[in-house]
């Protein structure tokens, strides 16, 4: 086949086979990722996009066997970072996304609000890397193991000579970029809506939960405890709570370790007791399902928290975290161009993208000593059919 014509097919195909966020698209993703990689046919593989008609006029195109590869895209480098966030000149603040009542601090980070009195009550927020983290390869299917670490505290509050900690705080993994669900304060743990618990489409994550209050849903109650939560804080599927009667909020300094191993599926969390050497680790782990069933293969990294009527403070000192997958190439302008238009019909009804807003106007307001906006707030969720492109598309 002459060169020019294939070169207009890769193009045909590539138009036709935007990025989609949906994890099942089959072979058409590959496409996809083909596109976005910048990467000719034949570096994956020795496949070759074919546009095809299908049910809808913008369909995406199929890739088939193809040509030998005529040469290998450039190997990127996983993704690893660190930050130390008791020194802020040490690292690049645009790196770091806060969102609803979360602020970066000059030598910390708090995940909801920092100041030490009421205005506490009724915060949620989220710190995320401000870039996204490969999950899983959507065209060779290879998924990312990952490990991270973080240093913080959960400190206790006292309001009017009492001590009444909640709700807890979160290591999470979100579609990117990270967009805090409208009133997931209280158990909600800037996860989730706190009524319903429980994320859906572009809302979805894989958490692990440091929850310092008991609710009525959950099984340990009289006790803290971490669990790993899928898309459900009302719902863990592992929990391990802390021994005797033990708190969080007195705890000290605590560090963090969370590895997820691709080749086991295994996600396991470990909390190490800094300030109190005599207590033993605690632990807790769960075999993950299929990574393309939970999330998209881009994800958002990062922290939430949240307080309800009682409250306490969330914060970071360190975080590191790598992972063993590179991020695909960037996708050349013209996938820029057109995108837009089909993530719009993709997403539609996930309204909900606040990051700029709350992350500016939060920071500001706590570098101006103001924090955390009231707990009441208006607006519903509209949640996004989580297979919307699957049933527009027939996959
Ligand atoms: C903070 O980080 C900067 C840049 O890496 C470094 O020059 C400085 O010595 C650090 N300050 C402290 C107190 O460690
Ligand atoms: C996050 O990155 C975007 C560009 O991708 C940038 O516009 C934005 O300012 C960054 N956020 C922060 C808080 O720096
Ligand atoms: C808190 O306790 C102190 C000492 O017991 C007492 O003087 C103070 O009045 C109490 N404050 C409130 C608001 O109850
Ligand atoms: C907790 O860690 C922070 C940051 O490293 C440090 O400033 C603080 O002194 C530590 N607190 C305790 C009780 O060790
Ligand atoms: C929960 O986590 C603990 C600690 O890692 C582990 O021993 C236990 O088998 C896990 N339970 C389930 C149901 O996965």
């Known amino acids: 086949m002459p060169q020019f014509l294939l070169v207009l097919l890769y193009f045909g195909c590539f138009i036709l086979s935007l990025p989609l966020d949906a994890p099942q698209q089959g072979r058409a993703d590959r496409c996809a990722t083909l596109a976005r990689s910048g990467g000719f046919p034949g570096s ?34 996983p993704i690893s970072f660190s930050f130390d966030f008791t020194n802020k000149s040490s690292y690049n603040g645009h790196d770091i996304h806060p969102e609803g009542s979360a602020g970066v601090g000059p030598d ?3 995940v909801t609000c920092n100041s030490q009195d009421r205005r506490s009550r009724g915060c949620a927020g989220r710190v995320s890397y401000n870039h996204s983290v490969p999950f899983y ?9 990952f490990t991270t670490q973080f240093a913080f505290r959960i400190m206790m509050l006292e309001l009017d000579n009492n001590t009444q900690q909640g709700d807890g705080m979160a290591f999470f993994l979100s579609s990117y970029p990270s967009a805090l669900p409208p009133d997931s304060d209280g158990l909600g743990l800037g996860l989730a ?9 572009v809302d979805r994550f894989i958490a692990v939960e440091f929850d310092t209050f008991n609710n009525f849903f959950e099984p340990q109650v009289g006790s803290d405890h971490m669990g790993i939560d899928l898309s459900s804080v009302l719902h863990s599927v592992n929990t391990t709570r802390l021994p005797g ?5 007195r705890s000290g300094n605590m560090t ?16 190490h007791f800094d300030d109190d050497p005599s207590l033993p680790p605690l632990e807790t782990s ?18 939430s928290g949240a307080t309800g009527l009682n409250m306490e403070l969330h914060q970071i000192f360190s975080w590191s975290f790598s992972s063993t997958l590179a991020r695909p190439r960037k996708p050349v302008s013209i996938a820029a161009a057109v995108r837009p238009t089909r993530s719009s019909v993709v997403r539609s009804g996930g309204s909900h993208d606040q990051s700029a807003q709350h992350g500016d106007g939060t920071s500001a307001a706590i570098e101006a000593g103001v924090t955390c906006q009231s707990f009441t707030s208006a607006s519903a969720t509209s949640e996004p059919p989580p297979l919307l492109s699957q049933i ?3 996959f």
């Open 137 to 145: 390869n959507k065209a060779t299917g290879e998924v990312a193991s």
């Open 245 to 249: 009667n033990g708190r969080f909020t």
């Open 44 to 77: 994956f593989g020795a496949e070759q996009c074919i546009p095809l008609s299908s049910p809808l006029d913008s369909g995406p195109g199929f890739c088939r066997p193809g040509p030998a590869p005529q040469h290998v895209a450039a190997a990127a480098t």
């Open 286 to 303: 769960a075999r993950l399902p299929d990574p393309l069933t939970l999330l998209p293969s881009e994800v958002s990294v990062g922290f």
């Open 193 to 201: 809506h706190r009524e319903s618990g429980t994320g859906y489409g």
């Open 256 to 271: 963090a370790s969370i590895n997820f191993d691709s080749s086991t599926m295994m996600l396991v969390a470990r909390l």
């Open 108 to 110: 910390v980070v708090d």
């Open 392 to 394: 527009l598309l027939g």
